[in-house]
């Protein structure tokens, strides 16, 4: 019975030139398609977008929902509502829009009230939608707040290093942010397109560690892959490497002190992010008084034909 080949969740198909499998981000190089809208969750969506979106989807929302009900005390008309500003640019409907936005923020500064039952009705129907969309919002702020999520650098390069006898695969890493990572456990998979024409397939390959794990996480960590005579890289050149479009992908995993939870790192190499005879630069010292001092920006500095 032939035994099944190892697959980590990427599928071995392979159609035309492929691109990188992991984004430089993160992210899976997968575009999806088909489903419905059902299958969108909005809180998930709007605690897992970037700052800048967030923040313009909540300006859009408090801008849209006071403009509808700004346009509902206007049909209501003039009468409905009391003023006792004298004039404001853009007429009645702006004197509307500021009542709006008064009365969805409970602000109520005494310069505008309602009058009528209708404009009454309007203005506890806004106050209702006041109080729990500004829960909504206070939710989603803290729920991207609270969220544990990793800052780990890694360096630009993969580098071909000498290693004892013979040569390693390496790259360095390291916490960007003052939280605590403990228990820094690390996976490395090499992938392969082989296969005759018109039959390639994905070849996933786990690569043999020096050391794959660490308990604590304060400075750089190198992490090297022995390029010894069980390693899918041994006897392998620049070129070979290119004709196999080989990908070297990493997941990062370890506990964070400061949440409490277990926090992931994605992260992938191409082989054209190979550096060849090179090793990297000490990126950390101790200074006179016995302290380590970390350049966190140096984690990829290489050392070219040093080796």
């Known amino acids: 019975m032939q035994k099944p080949t190892f697959d980590p969740g990427l599928t071995q198909q392979v159609n ?3 691109r990188r499998a992991i984004e430089k981000d993160g992210s899976f190089n997968v575009r999806r398609r088909g ?19 967030f923040l313009a989807v909540l300006f859009l929302s408090f801008l849209v929902l006071n403009t509808l009900f700004a346009c509902g005390y206007y049909l209501l008309g003039a009468s409905q509502l009391h003023s ?3 004039k404001v640019a853009g ?50 702020l803290y729920g991207r707040a609270s969220r544990p999520s990793a800052k780990i650098s890694y360096s630009e390069n993969l580098a071909v290093a000498p290693y004892m006898d013979g040569t390693s695969l390496q790259f360095r890493v390291v916490n960007r942010r003052r939280n605590s990572i403990m228990e820094l456990e690390v996976t490395m998979v090499l992938m392969d397109v082989e296969g005759p024409p018109g039959a390639l397939k994905r070849v996933y390959k786990p690569l043999k560690l020096e050391r794959d794990k660490v308990l604590f996480f304060p400075v750089t960590w190198t992490i090297v892959h022995p390029i010894d005579q069980d390693s899918p890289l041994h006897g ?16 990062l995993r370890g506990y964070d002190d400061t949440f409490n939870q277990t926090v992931h790192s994605r992260y992938s190499y191409r082989y054209d992010e190979v550096v060849w005879g090179a090793r990297f630069a000490p990126a950390f010292h101790i200074d006179s008084g016995g302290d380590i001092i970390l350049d966190v920006d140096k984690v990829g500095d290489l050392m070219r034909g040093q080796v």
């Open 35 to 53: 489903g419905s809208w059902r299958d969108v969750h909005p809180y998930l969506h709007l605690v897992s977008m970037p700052w800048p979106g």
């Open 84 to 86: 006792g500003i004298a």
């Open 236 to 251: 392998k050149t620049a070129a070979d490497l290119q004709r196999l479009q080989s990908e070297f992908m990493i997941l």
């Open 16 to 18: 035309g030139t492929l």
């Open 91 to 140: 007429g009645e409907f702006m004197i509307d829009f500021f009542f709006s936005a008064q009365t969805l923020t409970t602000v109520g500064y005494g310069s505008i009230w309602p009058m009528g039952l209708g404009a009454n009705l309007l203005a506890a129907f806004e106050a209702m939608c006041g109080l729990m969309g500004f829960a909504l919002a206070t939710s989603l």
